[in-house]
Protein backbone atom coordinates (compact mmCIF):
# COMPACT_ATOMS: atom_id res chain seq x y z
CA UNK A 1 0.00 0.00 0.00
CA UNK A 2 0.72 3.58 -0.15
CA UNK A 3 3.25 4.57 2.89
CA UNK A 4 5.45 7.72 3.40
CA UNK A 5 8.81 7.58 5.49
CA UNK A 6 10.35 10.53 6.93
CA UNK A 7 13.58 11.10 8.78
CA UNK A 8 13.52 10.07 12.22
CA UNK A 9 14.36 12.81 15.13
CA UNK A 10 14.23 14.82 17.07
CA UNK A 11 16.67 17.26 14.76
CA UNK A 12 18.00 20.24 17.40
CA UNK A 13 19.84 22.95 14.94
CA UNK A 14 21.38 26.24 16.40
CA UNK A 15 19.30 29.28 14.81
CA UNK A 16 20.24 30.38 11.22
CA UNK A 17 21.74 26.60 10.77
CA UNK A 18 20.27 25.07 7.41
CA UNK A 19 17.61 22.44 7.41
CA UNK A 20 16.88 19.56 5.60
CA UNK A 21 14.16 17.45 6.95
CA UNK A 22 13.78 13.97 4.43
CA UNK A 23 10.81 12.41 2.93
CA UNK A 24 10.03 9.61 0.45
CA UNK A 25 7.08 8.03 -0.50
CA UNK A 26 5.66 5.23 -1.80
CA UNK A 27 2.71 5.51 -4.04
CA UNK A 28 0.50 4.47 -7.51
CA UNK A 29 -0.11 6.89 -9.76
CA UNK A 30 0.29 10.91 -9.22
CA UNK A 31 -0.36 11.69 -5.72
CA UNK A 32 -0.17 15.19 -4.33
CA UNK A 33 2.32 15.80 -1.70
CA UNK A 34 2.22 18.57 1.30
CA UNK A 35 4.02 19.39 4.49
CA UNK A 36 2.54 20.24 7.44
CA UNK A 37 3.37 21.88 10.80
CA UNK A 38 2.14 21.31 14.19
CA UNK A 39 3.42 23.77 16.61
CA UNK A 40 3.09 22.70 20.45
CA UNK A 41 -0.56 22.22 21.32
CA UNK A 42 -2.11 23.06 18.37
CA UNK A 43 -3.32 21.42 15.28
CA UNK A 44 -1.64 20.87 12.22
CA UNK A 45 -1.24 23.89 9.54
CA UNK A 46 -0.38 23.61 5.79
CA UNK A 47 3.13 24.79 5.36
CA UNK A 48 3.46 23.84 1.71
CA UNK A 49 2.29 21.21 -1.19
CA UNK A 50 2.92 20.29 -4.33
CA UNK A 51 0.83 18.53 -6.84
CA UNK A 52 2.80 17.29 -9.81
CA UNK A 53 6.28 16.02 -10.90
CA UNK A 54 9.12 18.87 -10.28
CA UNK A 55 6.73 21.54 -8.60
CA UNK A 56 8.41 23.62 -6.14
CA UNK A 57 6.52 24.68 -2.91
CA UNK A 58 7.30 27.01 -0.97
CA UNK A 59 6.17 29.08 2.34
CA UNK A 60 7.89 31.06 4.93
CA UNK A 61 11.17 30.32 3.64
CA UNK A 62 10.56 26.64 3.25
CA UNK A 63 10.96 24.55 0.30
CA UNK A 64 10.17 21.30 -1.25
CA UNK A 65 10.18 20.02 -4.55
CA UNK A 66 8.51 16.99 -6.16
CA UNK A 67 11.13 14.69 -7.45
CA UNK A 68 9.04 11.37 -8.93
CA UNK A 69 12.13 9.94 -10.20
CA UNK A 70 13.43 9.20 -6.45
CA UNK A 71 9.80 9.56 -4.72
CA UNK A 72 10.63 11.99 -2.40
CA UNK A 73 10.05 15.68 -1.22
CA UNK A 74 12.56 16.42 1.15
CA UNK A 75 12.19 19.75 3.28
CA UNK A 76 14.53 22.58 3.44
CA UNK A 77 15.27 25.95 5.00
CA UNK A 78 18.21 27.86 4.65
CA UNK A 79 18.86 29.71 7.69
CA UNK A 80 15.98 28.54 10.49
CA UNK A 81 14.37 30.25 13.64
CA UNK A 82 13.95 29.41 16.82
CA UNK A 83 10.13 30.17 15.83
CA UNK A 84 10.58 27.16 13.70
CA UNK A 85 10.37 24.53 16.54
CA UNK A 86 7.42 22.68 15.47
CA UNK A 87 6.76 18.88 14.34
CA UNK A 88 7.03 18.94 10.53
CA UNK A 89 4.49 15.99 8.86
CA UNK A 90 5.18 14.79 5.19
CA UNK A 91 1.50 13.59 3.60
CA UNK A 92 0.47 12.64 0.44
CA UNK A 93 -2.83 12.18 -0.86
CA UNK A 94 -3.13 9.56 -3.18
CA UNK A 95 -5.66 9.38 -5.99
CA UNK A 96 -8.90 7.54 -3.83
CA UNK A 97 -8.61 10.96 -2.21
CA UNK A 98 -6.93 9.06 1.09
CA UNK A 99 -4.57 10.86 3.06
CA UNK A 100 -1.29 9.24 4.65
CA UNK A 101 1.40 11.06 6.98
CA UNK A 102 4.72 10.52 7.87
CA UNK A 103 5.39 9.17 11.37
CA UNK A 104 7.07 13.53 11.53
CA UNK A 105 9.94 15.18 12.73
CA UNK A 106 10.04 16.54 15.54
CA UNK A 107 12.46 20.13 15.21
CA UNK A 108 14.16 21.99 18.16
CA UNK A 109 15.95 25.08 16.70
CA UNK A 110 18.31 26.74 19.94
CA UNK A 111 19.02 30.57 20.02
CA UNK B 1 -13.86 33.00 11.45
CA UNK B 2 -13.05 30.13 9.00
CA UNK B 3 -12.45 27.10 11.48
CA UNK B 4 -12.89 23.29 12.45
CA UNK B 5 -13.99 22.95 16.04
CA UNK B 6 -14.31 19.89 18.34
CA UNK B 7 -15.74 18.87 21.41
CA UNK B 8 -14.93 17.94 24.10
CA UNK B 9 -11.31 18.85 24.15
CA UNK B 10 -10.69 16.53 26.80
CA UNK B 11 -12.18 13.59 27.55
CA UNK B 12 -11.46 10.38 29.93
CA UNK B 13 -13.76 7.66 29.72
CA UNK B 14 -13.98 4.27 30.97
CA UNK B 15 -13.90 0.77 28.70
CA UNK B 16 -17.50 0.26 27.49
CA UNK B 17 -19.09 3.54 27.89
CA UNK B 18 -20.15 4.85 24.50
CA UNK B 19 -18.86 8.35 23.07
CA UNK B 20 -18.85 11.04 20.38
CA UNK B 21 -16.64 13.68 19.44
CA UNK B 22 -18.27 16.40 17.68
CA UNK B 23 -16.72 17.84 14.56
CA UNK B 24 -17.90 21.13 13.02
CA UNK B 25 -16.84 22.83 10.08
CA UNK B 26 -17.95 26.80 8.87
CA UNK B 27 -16.43 26.64 5.56
CA UNK B 28 -18.92 24.77 3.67
CA UNK B 29 -15.97 21.91 3.13
CA UNK B 30 -17.20 18.88 1.33
CA UNK B 31 -14.61 16.65 2.38
CA UNK B 32 -14.45 16.09 5.99
CA UNK B 33 -11.84 13.33 7.80
CA UNK B 34 -10.79 11.97 11.07
CA UNK B 35 -7.23 11.29 11.96
CA UNK B 36 -5.69 9.99 15.58
CA UNK B 37 -1.89 10.62 16.37
CA UNK B 38 -0.05 8.17 18.53
CA UNK B 39 3.67 8.83 19.13
CA UNK B 40 6.29 7.28 16.76
CA UNK B 41 3.13 6.97 14.56
CA UNK B 42 2.21 10.57 12.82
CA UNK B 43 -1.34 10.58 11.86
CA UNK B 44 -3.63 7.87 10.84
CA UNK B 45 -6.89 8.42 9.04
CA UNK B 46 -9.51 6.90 10.19
CA UNK B 47 -12.45 7.89 7.63
CA UNK B 48 -13.40 10.03 5.62
CA UNK B 49 -16.23 11.55 3.97
CA UNK B 50 -16.23 13.47 1.05
CA UNK B 51 -19.86 14.31 1.13
CA UNK B 52 -23.22 14.49 2.85
CA UNK B 53 -24.24 10.87 3.24
CA UNK B 54 -20.44 9.85 1.95
CA UNK B 55 -18.21 8.15 4.15
CA UNK B 56 -15.26 5.66 3.52
CA UNK B 57 -12.81 3.80 5.88
CA UNK B 58 -9.30 4.93 6.21
CA UNK B 59 -6.55 3.25 7.51
CA UNK B 60 -7.39 2.33 11.18
CA UNK B 61 -11.70 2.26 11.24
CA UNK B 62 -11.98 -0.58 13.42
CA UNK B 63 -13.74 0.00 16.71
CA UNK B 64 -15.20 3.40 15.18
CA UNK B 65 -18.27 4.42 13.69
CA UNK B 66 -18.90 7.95 11.72
CA UNK B 67 -21.83 9.94 9.94
CA UNK B 68 -22.34 13.07 7.74
CA UNK B 69 -26.21 13.72 7.69
CA UNK B 70 -25.18 17.59 7.36
CA UNK B 71 -22.30 18.83 5.72
CA UNK B 72 -20.96 20.66 8.41
CA UNK B 73 -20.97 17.64 10.96
CA UNK B 74 -18.79 15.03 10.94
CA UNK B 75 -19.00 13.17 14.68
CA UNK B 76 -17.09 10.58 15.27
CA UNK B 77 -18.38 7.21 17.27
CA UNK B 78 -16.84 5.19 19.72
CA UNK B 79 -19.75 2.44 20.55
CA UNK B 80 -17.66 0.18 22.97
CA UNK B 81 -14.47 2.14 24.16
CA UNK B 82 -11.22 0.42 24.86
CA UNK B 83 -7.67 1.41 26.05
CA UNK B 84 -5.64 1.36 23.00
CA UNK B 85 -8.57 3.79 21.28
CA UNK B 86 -6.48 6.39 24.01
CA UNK B 87 -5.24 9.03 21.78
CA UNK B 88 -5.38 12.45 20.21
CA UNK B 89 -7.58 12.94 17.98
CA UNK B 90 -8.07 15.53 14.89
CA UNK B 91 -10.81 16.30 12.60
CA UNK B 92 -9.87 17.78 9.17
CA UNK B 93 -12.09 19.35 6.51
CA UNK B 94 -10.72 20.64 3.10
CA UNK B 95 -12.80 22.08 0.34
CA UNK B 96 -13.68 18.81 -2.58
CA UNK B 97 -11.01 16.27 -1.45
CA UNK B 98 -8.29 14.98 0.03
CA UNK B 99 -5.88 16.41 -2.57
CA UNK B 100 -6.58 20.11 -1.11
CA UNK B 101 -4.95 22.00 1.53
CA UNK B 102 -6.98 20.46 4.96
CA UNK B 103 -7.82 22.65 8.05
CA UNK B 104 -7.17 20.73 11.20
CA UNK B 105 -9.68 21.24 14.39
CA UNK B 106 -7.80 21.82 18.15
CA UNK B 107 -7.46 18.12 18.79
CA UNK B 108 -9.40 15.68 21.63
CA UNK B 109 -7.41 14.02 24.19
CA UNK B 110 -8.87 11.15 24.49
CA UNK B 111 -8.19 8.46 27.73
CA UNK B 112 -9.51 5.33 28.08
CA UNK B 113 -9.23 3.39 31.34
Known amino acids: GNSVTQMEGPVTLSEEAFLTINCTYT??????LFWYVQYPGEGLQLLLK?????DKGSNKGFEATYRKETTSFHLEKGSVQVSDSAVYFC??????????FGPGTSLSVIP | EAQVTQNPRYLITVTGKKLTVTCSQN?????MSWYRQDPGLGLRQIYY???????DKGDVPEGYKVSRKEKRNFPLILESPSPNQTSLYFC????????????FGPGTRLTVL
Open chain 1, 91 to 100: ALSDTYDKVI
Open chain 2, 92 to 103: ASTLTSGRNEQF
Open chain 2, 27 to 31: MNHEY
Open chain 1, 27 to 32: ATGYPS
Open chain 1, 50 to 54: ATKAD
Open chain 2, 49 to 55: SMNVEVT
